[in-house]
């Protein structure tokens, strides 16, 4: 049997700082983000999808994609994130299926995915519950800009490209407040794994 579990959030909400908590205590996470890395690796189908949508411009030297360009003209510009999305996410969800069902088919009872397009790209079909990672906007944008260096501006950007976080809180089975140290976020995520019986 086993169930998994959606993490999701938005970006720098701190979902892979949770996940990185959760394989600490052992658990398996297929990661979203991971996979949107592994299935445009040179080679791949969808690799060649992407090159030909969007030409040879945002490759690197060597071959690979080059995300810092994709990034911006994708944040920048809806028509063109639906078109990388529509290319990308089939393959995500078909690498994530097979890493998930391969972890509860070796027995694992729990096995979590981290998916931040959770909400939007409708995908709660593929987990059994959702835990939803929530900071306050001013706290996403500040965690964003620093990590990313990013400008105020083009940091906004991303966090408009997705669901609003207030609106994801609605949405979800439970919510984790990242707002405060990372200690009182692992005592949340605990409190919850132990009221649904995972630990
Ligand atoms: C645009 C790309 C090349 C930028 O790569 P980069 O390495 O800089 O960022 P990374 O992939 O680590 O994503 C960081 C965060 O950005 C946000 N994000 C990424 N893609 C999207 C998108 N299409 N729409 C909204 N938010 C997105 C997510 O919160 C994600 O956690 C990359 O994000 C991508 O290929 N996106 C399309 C696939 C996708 O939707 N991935 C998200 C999970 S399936
Ligand atoms: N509770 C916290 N206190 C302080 N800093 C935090 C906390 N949680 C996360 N951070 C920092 O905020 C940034 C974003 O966190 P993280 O990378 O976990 O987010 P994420 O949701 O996985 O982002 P993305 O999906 O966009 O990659 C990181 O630099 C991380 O170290």
Redesign the pocket.
């Known amino acids: 049997m086993g169930q998994i579990i959606g993490i999701t ?5 701190g ?2 700082t949770v996940s990185l908590y959760l394989q600490e205590l052992g658990f398996t996470i297929v990661d ?2 991971l ?3 592994a299935v ?1 690796e040179p080679g791949e189908e969808a690799y060649h999808q ?1 090159v030909e949508a969007f030409g040879e411009d945002i490759l690197l030297t060597e071959g690979n ?1 080059d ?2 360009k ?2 911006s ?3 920048n510009d809806q028509e063109k ?2 078109l ?2 529509g290319i ?2 089939p393959a ?1 969800r078909n690498w994530m299926r097979v890493k998930t069902e391969a972890a509860l088919s070796s027995g694992e009872e729990t096995v979590f995915m981290d ?3 959770l909400f ?2 409708k995908l709660t079909f593929m987990v059994d519950k959702t835990l939803l990672i929530y900071v306050d906007e001013q706290v996403q944008l500040e965690r964003l800009m620093n990590r ?1 260096g990013l400008s105020e501006t083009e940091a906004l950007a ?1 966090i408009n ?2 669901m609003p976080l207030a609106d994801k809180k609605a949405l979800a089975d439970a919510v984790i407040d990242n707002n405060g140290d990372i200690n009182e976020t692992k005592r949340q995520v605990k409190g919850i794994l132990s009221e649904w019986y995972v630990i």
Not at 9 to 13: N, V, Y
């Open positions: 959030g938005g970006i720098a909400s979902k892979s979203a983000d996979a949107s890395r445009v992407v994609i995300r810092v994709l990034g003209i994708i944040f994130r639906l990388l999305n990308v996410h995500v998916i931040p397009l939007e790209s990313n991303r490209s997705q």
